[in-house]
C-alpha cells in the first residue's frame, strides 16, 4: 500500500460527495488518539459515509490507488488498532439506521454506526433484551464490537459478540458488498461466512451492518459484590452460582484490591462496597424470567458460600442506586487507571491508597471482618444516594439499567434520530426499584455453622 496521492484523495472526495469526508485538521484530530492517550496517530483524510454504497464506493477508490484503510467505529479501543498511522481514516458513525426490529423473530437489523446503548434501547422499546454490555456502551458502535470480537459482562449466559450476530452486511476490500443479513438460526448451508468478518478488525472487510439475537427480558435481577481471599475460590464460587441458578449467572466480575483502591482514589463519588477489604472481589449479576426468584437464589447461593468458606464478606444491592454504585467500581478501572500513568503495577513499594470505611453500622449485628474477632458478615446495604452515574472522559462509559417485570417508563429516543459525533450517556429507564431498606446481618460464618 502507498500514501494516498492527491488525485486518489480527489477521487476519494468526489466519490463520497459533500458531508461525506474531512481534511479539516481539527475535525480529525479527536479520533487520531487512543482514549488513554498512549497512541497518537496522523491522517491526510476522514471519510465519513452514510450508506452502505458509499463504504463500497470509497473502498473500491482505496484499491485501485492502492491506499490503505483504517475503519473505526466509536473509538473506545485501548490497544490502538483503530489509530490511523498516515492511512485513510474509514469512520462508520453516520451509519445510523435501524433497519427493523421482529420480536417475533426475536431479532433487529442495524447499521455499523449504531451504539451498543441506542441497540440495547432499540430492543427495549420492543421488550426484547440486546445483551451485549460493556463499559463503553454509550460510544462502542456495533461494527466496532463486531469486527473486535466484543465479550462484555454477560458472556456466561448469552456468550460473545459473534454468538450474537445472526447476519452480517460487509463491504469487500476490492468494494464489493457482501450481504449476508440472514436471521434463520437452524442454517446448515455450507460456510458461515460471517464469522470471518466477526473479530477479524476490518481486515477482511467494513462491517456495514448486522442482524441481531434478541432475548426475553428477564423479569428478576439479583446484585452482589462479595470478597474473598484468592481466585481459585472464585472459581469455586461460580461454579456454585452456575449449579445454584441452572444457567442464571449473567455477571461474575473478578477484581484484584488494587484495581478498587484506584477507583477509590481517582473516581468521584466511589466507596468501598463491603465492610472490608479484602483481597479479591466478586460482582455477581443472577437473573430470572420469574419475578423473585434472582433474589432468592443469590440467598441460597451467598449461605452457601459463607457455610463452605468460600467467601468472607458480601453485601446484595437493596435498588437500583446501590446496583449502579457496585456496576460503577467495575466499570471504571480503566479510567481510574488513566492517572496512574503506564507503570501502575504494584511494587513492594508502591501500594494503592486505603479507603475510607463509609458502611453504616447496624446495631445488634455480627462484627464486621475488621474487628479483633474477624468474624465475616453479610448484610444487604443501606440505601445510596439516588445520584446519576457519572460518565467516564469523554463520555464513553455507560451502563444497562436493571431490567424489571414492568416496561420502561421513559422511551428511548430513536436510535437513527442521535448525532453521529454525540456520545450519550447511560440514563435509568426503569420503573420498578429493588425494594429498600435498611441494613440488616445476613448472619456470619461463625453463627451459621453453630462454632
Request: charged residues 20%; positive net charge.
Amino acid at each position: 500500500m502507498t500514501a494516498p496521492s492527491p488525485a486518489a484523495l480527489v477521487a476519494l472526495k468526489s466519490a463520497l460527495g459533500d458531508g461525506g469526508w474531512t481534511d479539516d485538521p481539527a475535525e480529525i484530530a479527536p479520533w487520531l488518539t487512543e482514549w488513554r492517550n498512549r497512541w497518537h496517530g496522523h491522517s491526510p483524510l476522514m471519510l465519513t459515509p452514510r450508506s452502505t454504497a458509499q463504504v463500497a464506493a470509497a473502498v473500491r477508490v482505496c484499491a485501485e490507488h492502492r491506499i490503505a484503510i483504517v475503519p473505526q467505529g466509536g473509538d473506545t479501543g485501548l490497544v490502538g488498532g483503530q489509530i490511523p498511522f498516515g492511512e485513510v481514516l474509514l469512520s462508520t458513525r453516520k451509519l445510523r439506521a435501524v433497519r427493523d426490529v421482529t420480536p417475533l423473530d426475536d431479532a433487529m437489523t442495524v447499521e455499523a454506526g449504531i451504539t451498543l446503548l441506542e441497540a440495547q434501547q432499540a430492543a427495549a422499546a420492543a421488550d426484547r433484551l440486546f445483551p451485549l454490555s460493556l463499559a463503553a456502551e454509550g460510544t462502542a458502535t456495533i461494527g466496532g464490537v463486531i469486527s473486535t470480537n466484543a465479550g462484555g459482562t454477560a458472556v456466561l449466559r448469552y456468550g460473545m459478540m459473534r454468538d450474537l450476530v445472526l447476519g452480517i452486511e460487509a463491504v469487500m476490500p476490492d468494494g464489493e458488498v457482501f450481504n449476508g443479513l440472514k436471521r434463520l438460526r437452524k442454517d446448515n448451508t455450507g460456510y458461515d461466512l460471517k464469522q470471518l468478518l466477526i473479530g477479524a478488525e476490518g481486515t477482511l472487510g467494513v462491517v456495514t451492518a448486522a442482524t441481531l439475537k434478541l432475548f426475553p427480558v428477564m423479569r428478576s435481577r439479583a446484585t452482589a459484590m462479595v470478597g474473598l481471599d484468592a481466585p481459585g475460590t472464585a472459581i469455586e464460587l461460580l461454579a456454585r452460582a452456575r449449579a445454584e441458578t441452572g444457567g442464571g449467572v449473567e455477571a461474575f466480575e473478578l477484581m484484584k484490591r488494587i484495581g478498587m483502591g484506584f477507583v477509590l482514589a481517582n473516581i468521584p463519588d466511589t466507596r468501598e462496597p463491603l465492610d472490608s477489604t479484602p483481597p479479591w472481589y466478586v460482582l455477581i449479576e443472577l437473573v430470572s424470567g420469574e419475578p423473585g426468584a434472582a433474589d432468592s437464589a443469590m440467598e441460597r447461593l451467598l449461605t452457601h458460600a459463607f457455610e463452605t468458606g468460600l467467601i468472607n464478606d458480601a453485601a446484595i444491592a437493596q435498588n437500583e442506586a446501590q446496583r449502579a454504585a457496585f456496576w460503577k467500581v467495575r466499570e471504571e478501572q480503566s479510567a481510574a487507571q488513566k492517572p496512574e500513568g503506564g507503570g501502575w503495577k504494584p511494587t513492594s513499594s508502591r501500594k494503592p491508597p486505603p479507603p475510607s470505611n463509609v458502611s453504616t453500622p447496624v446495631p445488634g449485628s455480627a462484627p464486621s471482618a475488621t474487628s479483633a474477632t474477624a468474624t465475616s458478615t453479610m448484610t444487604s446495604c443501606a440505601p445510596l444516594a439516588a445520584t446519576a452515574r457519572p460518565s467516564s472522559p469523554a463520555g464513553r462509559k455507560g451502563r444497562r439499567s436493571s431490567t424489571t417485570s414492568s416496561p420502561a417508563t421513559t422511551a428511548p429516543s430513536p436510535p437513527n434520530t442521535a448525532s453521529a459525533g454525540s456520545r450519550p450517556t447511560r440514563r435509568v429507564v426503569t420503573s420498578r426499584r429493588w425494594k429498600s431498606a435498611p441494613c440488616r446481618p445476613f448472619g456470619s460464618r461463625s453463627t451459621r455453622t453453630g462454632s
